[in-house]
């Protein structure tokens, strides 16, 4: 929009110029013919008047030469006469024009000391006016001067009103101008581009064969669609070929798993049914930027997980929405396609008071459920209030799910993580036959650590609503097996995994989930331009860096990992200067206190530090508190030494896997906390007590020194685990044990 609006200035400016040049040049024209053709007429009316005049005035006939400059005072554009003797005095003079007298005398005088007639323009009552001047004779000698005064107001009028006309016109010709450039822009570039745009659309998405609409007539765009039309044919052609591809590949289970796989595999056992994904956290949030509307993916393991899939599979994600612009950009059923960019599955947005927001997400979630799971050493806080809301909020999920699934035969319906706990009861109370899957992305903790909830039996009664209930680690879904055997009346089958409670059997499994592994498509020279970039930007100009990312949670050992950077350069003083460590910290949570407290004190941590260590413009620790999108992080993992995931209680941390799966250098280091759920299977990191300060540091030494044969090696090893087990296997098999169930 900007680009055509300029090209509409530069056209209206260039039409503005040529009609100022061509107005400038009339009225300067006009000026001329009207000022000659006045000098023109008072010198005729001076002349005739002078042989009537001369005579009389030599025989001094005041009373005669009065009455002639009264009777032409009247007339049209003639302001009046005036006759003045050979010294300048006044003989006669037309009361209309007593302000000329000066002036009068002045062009009188001249035109006697030059004896020829004399004129000129001057200002009379505020209008332009032309005074003429002719000497009188007898015989011997100039006696006098016939003094003629003419309105000549009437050529301003004139020049005023071509200014006026023309500009006029201007105005005209630049709003027809402008409407025609908007015309032609629309018809013959923006709806053919449109319809481009619109058919490479369909074609990503798997859609249409036609030739785009409306581009087949467009002589201007002829050649492009001839180009085009065979990047569609190889593309439609590419995806054919992918599909077949993945649907051989649906029985080699040792297969990589890719999108396309997924999708194939999906429609084969779905037939036709649609997966319904729901959490609190939105894939896609909408905020205000001055008139702007923007978006962007929220620093969440979990969304980063489903996204893939849902752009895979398709169906519906049902979320909370937050963004102070989420509403502006929703259906009447609060519902729009995702991804912006390139839409592929529907987005319904759920909306939540700032009371229940309060209460259900920053009070019974995360300061109560979060440090209940993690065991953190953070006393969980709850609230009856906050339960109150917790239950609303939940029950306000499972009328949206019940409202979309009404229509629906056997609807597969994925619920994620803690917030939505007794989602699972309340819709399988409604719709018995519906496949309902329930995702804990966090850990289970012990029964003892469980049971202080005050409503730890509602909590895991409405969890065994969902048919699968599915862990990362075996040892969280041990954990909660027990949970269950202690708090509720039910039967538990240790063999097969179930529990049954009210005649409803709920299967528990472990599904490590992960990451789409990423196609690395930049040079090498590119990611060299990207980590000179990085430094520069930062100012680092050490030899070694390290690297965190995280939310500002204290779940993730934020301030252990800084303890064991201290101590690393404590005990090694010889890396001072040769060292530093970026820590990405994310603002998390912020509306709740710990969390805004938390963030203080990793603040002063990093300047205690940093105070402590600092060498001329050199510091060791650099804190970054903002959220970075995935395209920045990947820029960081791949230019630091070692990454540094310190994790005191985590279900799986994907940071630990999208570093090592960023890294197709095959260098680096990874040092993973062993209370992660990714430590079960990134074995060739170096596992680390967070809580041991001095084992972290000696980690950071042994990533510094690490040949890089033996960093390869590792590397390599952990990469073949992530691109195996990646988030399409996850969710493949996760769906697979839902849709077997149902």
Same mark, same amino acid.
């Given at each position: 929009?900007?680009?055509?609006?300029?090209?509409?200035?530069?056209?209206?400016?260039?039409?503005?110029?040529?009609?100022?040049?061509?107005?400038?040049?009339?009225?300067?024209?006009?000026?001329?013919?009207?000022?000659?053709?006045?000098?023109?007429?008072?010198?005729?009316?001076?002349?005739?008047?002078?042989?009537?005049?001369?005579?009389?005035?030599?025989?001094?006939?005041?009373?005669?030469?009065?009455?002639?400059?009264?009777?032409?005072?009247?007339?049209?554009?003639?302001?009046?006469?005036?006759?003045?003797?050979?010294? !300048?005095?006044?003989? *006669?003079? %037309? $009361?209309?024009?007593? @302000? &000329?007298?000066?002036?009068?005398? #002045?062009?009188?005088?001249?035109?006697?000391?030059?004896?020829?007639?004399?004129?000129?323009?001057?200002?009379?009552?505020?209008?332009?006016?032309?005074?003429?001047?002719?000497?009188?004779?007898?015989?011997?000698?100039?006696?006098?001067?016939?003094?003629?005064?003419?309105?000549?107001?009437?050529?301003?009028?004139?020049?005023?009103?071509?200014?006026?006309?023309?500009?006029?016109?201007?105005?005209?010709?630049?709003?027809?101008?402008?409407?025609?450039?908007?015309?032609?822009?629309?018809?013959?570039?923006?709806?053919?581009?449109?319809?481009?745009?619109?058919?490479?659309?369909?074609?990503?998405?798997?859609?249409?064969?036609?030739?785009?609409?409306?581009?087949?007539?467009?002589?201007?765009?002829?050649?492009?669609?001839?180009?085009?039309?065979?990047?569609?044919? !190889?593309?439609?052609? *590419?995806? %054919? $070929?992918?599909?077949? @591809? &993945?649907?051989?590949?649906?029985? #080699?289970?040792?297969?990589?798993?890719?999108?396309?796989?997924?999708?194939?595999?999906?429609?084969?056992?779905?037939?036709?049914?649609?997966?319904?994904?729901?959490?609190?956290?939105?894939?896609?949030?909408?905020?205000?930027?001055?008139?702007?509307?923007?978006?962007?993916?929220?620093?969440?393991?979990?969304?980063?997980?489903?996204?893939?899939?849902?752009?895979?599979?398709?169906?519906?994600?049902?979320?909370?929405?937050?963004?102070?612009?989420?509403?502006?950009?929703?259906?009447?059923?609060?519902?729009?396609?995702?991804?912006?960019?390139?839409?592929?599955?529907?987005?319904?947005?759920?909306?939540?008071?700032?009371?229940?927001?309060?209460?259900?997400?920053?009070?019974?979630?995360?300061?109560?459920?979060?440090?209940?799971?993690?065991?953190?050493?953070?006393?969980?806080?709850?609230?009856?209030?906050?339960?109150?809301?917790?239950?609303?909020?939940?029950?306000?999920?499972?009328?949206?799910?019940?409202?979309?699934?009404?229509?629906?035969?056997?609807?597969?319906?994925?619920?994620?993580?803690?917030?939505?706990?007794?989602?699972?009861?309340?819709?399988?109370?409604?719709?018995?036959?519906?496949?309902?899957?329930?995702?804990?992305?966090?850990?289970?903790?012990?029964?003892?650590?469980?049971?202080?909830?005050?409503?730890?039996?509602?909590?895991?009664?409405?969890?065994?609503?969902?048919?699968?209930?599915?862990?990362?680690?075996?040892?969280?879904?041990?954990?909660?097996?027990?949970?269950?055997?202690?708090?509720?009346?039910?039967?538990?089958?240790?063999?097969?995994?179930?529990?049954?409670?009210?005649?409803?059997?709920?299967?528990?499994?472990?599904?490590?989930?992960?990451?789409?592994?990423?196609?690395?498509?930049?040079?090498?020279?590119?990611?060299?331009?990207?980590?000179?970039?990085?430094?520069?930007?930062?100012?680092?100009?050490?030899?070694?860096?390290?690297?965190?990312?995280?939310?500002?949670?204290?779940?993730?050992?934020?301030?252990?990992?800084?303890?064991?950077?201290?101590?690393?350069?404590?005990?090694?003083?010889?890396?001072?200067?040769?060292?530093?460590?970026?820590?990405?910290?994310?603002?998390?949570?912020?509306?709740?206190?710990?969390?805004?407290?938390?963030?203080?004190?990793?603040?002063?941590?990093?300047?205690?530090?940093?105070?402590?260590?600092?060498?001329?413009?050199?510091?060791?620790?650099?804190?970054?508190?903002?959220?970075?999108?995935?395209?920045?992080?990947?820029?960081?993992?791949?230019?630091?030494?070692?990454?540094?995931?310190?994790?005191?209680?985590?279900?799986?941390?994907?940071?630990?896997?999208?570093?090592?799966?960023?890294?197709?250098?095959?260098?680096?280091?990874?040092?993973?906390?062993?209370?992660?759920?990714?430590?079960?299977?990134?074995?060739?990191?170096?596992?680390?007590?967070?809580?041991?300060?001095?084992?972290?540091?000696?980690?950071?030494?042994?990533?510094?020194?690490?040949?890089?044969?033996?960093?390869?090696?590792?590397?390599?090893?952990?990469?073949?685990?992530?691109?195996?087990?990646?988030?399409?296997?996850?969710?493949?098999?996760?769906?697979?044990?839902?849709?077997?169930?149902?």
């Amino acid at each position: 929009m900007k680009q055509i609006a300029a090209v509409i200035l530069i056209m209206i400016t260039i039409v503005s110029l040529v009609v100022i040049a061509f107005t400038v040049n009339q009225v300067d024209q006009e000026e001329t013919r009207l000022k000659t053709d006045l000098q023109y007429r008072s010198t005729l009316l001076a002349e005739s008047l002078k042989e009537t005049v001369e005579p009389n005035f030599i025989n001094k006939s005041d009373n005669y030469l009065q009455n002639v400059v009264e009777r032409f005072s009247s007339k049209e554009r003639f302001a009046g006469l005036g006759i003045y003797d050979n010294k !300048s005095n006044v003989v *006669a003079l %037309s $009361s209309t024009i007593p @302000e &000329a007298s000066s002036a009068a005398t #002045k062009v009188a005088a001249d035109a006697m000391d030059a004896d020829r007639a004399e004129g000129g323009f001057v200002k009379l009552n505020q209008e332009k006016t032309y005074l003429l001047a002719v000497p009188m004779h007898d015989d011997k000698s100039i006696v006098g001067a016939l003094v003629v005064v003419q309105n000549a107001g009437y050529i301003d009028n004139r020049l005023n009103e071509i200014w006026t006309n023309n500009l006029f016109r201007l105005l005209v010709q630049a709003t027809l101008l402008s409407l025609a450039t908007l015309l032609l822009i629309y018809w013959f570039l923006y709806t053919p581009i449109r319809n481009l745009v619109a058919a490479l659309q369909t074609d990503r998405s798997g859609g249409g064969k036609q030739n785009p609409k409306g581009l087949t007539n467009s002589f201007l765009f002829r050649p492009l669609i001839n180009e085009v039309s065979r990047i569609r044919s !190889s593309l439609l052609e *590419a995806r %054919s $070929s992918a599909s077949e @591809e &993945a649907r051989l590949r649906l029985e #080699k289970l040792d297969s990589p798993w890719t999108a396309e796989r997924l999708k194939e595999f999906l429609k084969d056992i779905l037939k036709g049914r649609t997966i319904f994904m729901v959490s609190n956290r939105e894939p896609y949030i909408h905020t205000k930027d001055g008139n702007q509307i923007k978006y962007y993916f929220p620093a969440s393991g979990m969304a980063t997980a489903i996204e893939p899939v849902m752009q895979a599979c398709g169906g519906m994600w049902i979320a909370y929405g937050s963004g102070d612009a989420d509403k502006l950009v929703v259906d009447n059923k609060d519902k729009i396609k995702v991804p912006p960019f390139e839409p592929k599955y529907t987005l319904k947005r759920v909306w939540l008071t700032q009371q229940e927001e309060s209460g259900y997400y920053y009070g019974f979630s995360n300061e109560g459920l979060w440090p209940l799971c993690h065991i953190a050493h953070n006393r969980p806080i709850f609230r009856k209030e906050d339960w109150e809301q917790y239950q609303k909020v939940n029950q306000k999920f499972a009328d949206a799910i019940l409202l979309e699934i009404k229509n629906q035969d056997r609807p597969i319906i994925l619920i994620q993580d803690f917030h939505l706990a007794l989602v699972p009861r309340m819709v399988k109370a409604q719709r018995p036959g519906a496949v309902i899957g329930l995702f804990w992305h966090i850990p289970w903790p012990n029964p003892e650590s469980f049971s202080i909830c005050p409503w730890k039996k509602e909590i895991l009664d409405g969890m065994l609503g969902a048919d699968l209930i599915g862990f990362h680690t075996q040892l969280h879904c041990n954990n909660f097996i027990e949970t269950v055997g202690r708090e509720l009346e039910s039967l538990i089958d240790y063999e097969q995994f179930t529990i049954t409670r009210n005649n409803h059997i709920s299967f528990i499994k472990p599904f490590p989930i992960s990451i789409a592994f990423p196609n690395q498509d930049k040079s090498e020279e590119d990611n060299k331009a990207a980590i000179d970039k990085i430094r520069k930007s930062l100012d680092i100009k050490t030899k070694y860096i390290g690297l965190g990312v995280d939310r500002l949670d204290y779940t993730k050992g934020i301030l252990e990992r800084l303890k064991g950077v201290e101590i690393f350069l404590t005990k090694y003083p010889q890396y001072k200067t040769q060292f530093a460590f970026i820590q990405i910290a994310a603002p998390s949570r912020t509306k709740v206190k710990k969390y805004h407290d938390f963030a203080q004190e990793v603040e002063k941590e990093v300047e205690r530090i940093n105070s402590a260590f600092k060498i001329k413009n050199w510091k060791p620790i650099v804190l970054l508190q903002r959220h970075h999108n995935q395209e920045e992080i990947q820029k960081f993992y791949k230019s630091v030494d070692f990454c540094l995931v310190t994790s005191l209680h985590d279900g799986m941390n994907l940071v630990a896997k999208e570093f090592v799966a960023a890294r197709d250098d095959e260098k680096g280091v990874l040092i993973l906390s062993q209370f992660t759920g990714a430590s079960r299977e990134l074995k060739d990191a170096l596992i680390v007590n967070p809580y041991n300060g001095e084992q972290t540091a000696e980690s950071i030494k042994q990533a510094l020194e690490m040949k890089p044969t033996e960093q390869t090696k590792r590397m390599r090893n952990m990469r073949e685990v992530v691109k195996n087990n990646n988030v399409f296997r996850w969710s493949a098999e996760l769906l697979k044990t839902m849709i077997d169930l149902g």
